[in-house]
């Protein structure tokens, strides 16, 4: 394979390729540092590039690769990470020059899992400022999106969907709080997981909104998320948020099908009058291809779906509010103006409504668990919309404007934040004007396996995972 | 419920030592109400009778339905 194609490789692909010694860690991290260098300018995915680590890592993965000893199915493999997420002499800056100096003197669990499963971290994503997803604002530059420049990105994992979409990582990590993973992978026609609040451990890793805050995959293919996954997945004392529970081997389970799979559809999510046309047709009939394979298709109804909106952004605007307590105080005219409003007004909503807004989420939990006993998962649209127009302005010109995004286009993924169970954003189809549409699949808390192998079952029996972006 | 006025949003500013004037106060002013309109409007049946439950996620094992004992 000519060392200019190596990027086209799936992650998988590219790791087993490494395995049979046809590429090694150093040519695979070679041709993603080169391809970077060349599209970075364009689409500002990153916001840190560590080069020179990167190939002195390759080439001791070179040594043990020649020396018969592979690590795993990353061995080898170049990633990029969203920035929050610390690596040691590598700055964390949250997507804020508030803390361009920040450099952090120890990995973060997930980097040193990643180290310890043969990948290389090429790369630092880029992301809204503070990971505060409503904001536009990017002061590391404004990722593009690669199936159309002018649309967004979807955010805050707006560099780690650029990224991965331009072929500029093999495979990346975003963090979702309300749909960060899912709504950038459906925007870019790339396959993301949140995974259970609980499951991958945040030790080492900036906080937004603590109370559902994830970091999980973004990537190109089910198998590489799974394999991402794989390798960030687990208990850690160091997080006593995690979960001592096993991590099950997610690929072996792909070649048992969906046969029988019971799935439910969510009713409220599929008819609700904000979904396009053409995003609902390409859903309906994603869930029938999951029907000709075998699974049990149902509706569900879950009402309580409907606010999850105004739960989301009160709990939000509620826990940053109060996690940059400090910055509003001291440094607010230091930070991007959509976000020094957001964080002055989360800093003033009464205890009331933020209590008001947890017993919500409660019952929206119950709701959606209790879909469980009759489903093994559920399913949707990741969002109503393919990906939207770029803003144009960073202002709130009315009470309007900001209700309408509060009960808006969030409502799609998070429930699922809510309910903390694992939730996937798979490519099911394409607009009439080239954008991705994505299938939203939830799971029971900690069965990322379940929805791995029914999201694997449906990619294998379509073709949108190997579209590629225009030009790209 | 009728919005916070400007003044009142400065006054609830105030009361966590933060004080927001012009150019950000009509727009702080316009997601503080829109937040507290949106969350205000929720009406939901048994939400006083909801238990306060922490935030992490239920054990594998409690995730039957409300009310149904495991066997």
């Keep these: 394979m000519a060392a200019s194609d190596i990027h086209y490789l799936s992650a998988g692909e590219l790791g087993r390729r490494i395995h049979k010694k046809e590429i090694s860690p150093s040519e695979a991290v070679k041709a993603y540092l080169d391809r970077t260098e060349k599209l970075q300018p364009t689409y500002h995915a990153y916001i840190t590039v560590n080069k020179e680590e990167a190939m002195e890592q390759a080439k001791v993965l070179d040594k043990e690769a020649a020396a018969g000893k592979f690590r795993g199915p990353l061995h080898g493999v170049p990633v990029a990470i969203k920035d929050p997420v610390g690596v040691k002499g590598w700055p964390s800056t949250g997507g804020s020059r508030i803390f361009k100096d920040n450099v952090v003197n120890q990995d973060s669990t997930i980097a040193r899992k990643l180290k310890e499963a043969g990948a290389v971290i090429i790369a630092k994503a880029n992301m809204t400022e503070m990971g505060i997803a409503e904001t536009t604002e990017f002061p590391w530059g404004t990722p593009k999106n690669p199936w159309n420049h002018d649309r967004s990105t979807g955010s805050s994992s707006a560099g780690s969907g650029a990224a991965t979409a331009a072929f500029m990582c093999a495979a990346s990590l975003g963090g979702d709080t309300g749909g960060s993973i899912r709504i950038p992978a459906s925007y870019c026609g790339l396959v993301g997981l949140r995974p259970s609040f609980g499951r991958v451990s945040r030790h080492g890793v900036m906080t937004v909104t603590w109370s559902m805050d994830t970091i999980g995959p973004m990537t190109r293919t089910v198998e590489d998320t799974a394999l991402m996954t794989q390798a960030i997945a687990g208990y850690d004392p160091n997080d006593r948020y995690t979960y001592d529970a096993p991590v099950p081997d997610y690929t072996a389970s792909f070649s048992r099908g969906i046969k029988g799979l019971r799935v439910g559809v969510i009713k409220e999510l599929i008819e609700a009058e904000q979904v396009d046309k053409e995003v609902a047709a390409a859903v309906k009939t994603a869930v029938k291809k999951l029907h000709d394979l075998g699974a049990k298709v149902e509706e569900v109804s879950l009402p309580m779906v409907l606010h999850s909106g105004p739960i989301h952004w009160v709990i939000c605007y509620s826990e940053f509010g109060t996690t940059y307590r400090d910055i509003i105080r001291t440094r607010a005219r230091e930070l991007t103006h959509m976000v020094r409003i957001a964080v002055l007004a989360g800093s003033l909503l009464p205890a009331q409504s933020y209590y008001k807004a947890l017993l919500l989420r409660e019952m929206l939990r119950r709701q959606v668990l209790a879909a469980f006993d009759r489903f093994d998962v559920l399913v949707s649209p990741t969002m109503p919309t393919a990906a939207m127009e770029r803003a144009k302005s960073v202002h709130t010109e009315s009470k309007d404007m900001v209700s309408s995004w509060v009960t808006g286009p969030v409502r799609m993924t998070a429930p699922f934040s809510h309910a903390n169970t694992p939730a996937l954003s798979v490519p099911c189809g394409m607009t009439s004007e080239r954008l991705p549409i994505g299938l939203q699949i939830v799971g029971k808390p900690l069965d990322e396996e379940t929805v791995l192998r029914a999201g694997h079952a449906y990619e294998q029996a379509t073709d949108w995972h190997t579209l590629r972006p225009p030009g790209v | ?71």
């Design chain 2, 1 to 71: 419920m009728s919005d916070l006025s400007k003044a009142e949003i400065q006054v609830l500013g105030k009361a966590v030592q933060l004080h927001i004037n012009e150019p950000e106060l009509t727009e702080v002013a316009y997601h503080a109400n829109a937040l507290l309109e949106a969350m205000e409007a929720i009406r939901e049946p048994g939400l006083e009778a909801m238990e306060h439950v922490p935030i992490v996620v239920p054990p594998l094992g409690s995730l039957a339905s409300p009310g149904k004992k495991k066997g």
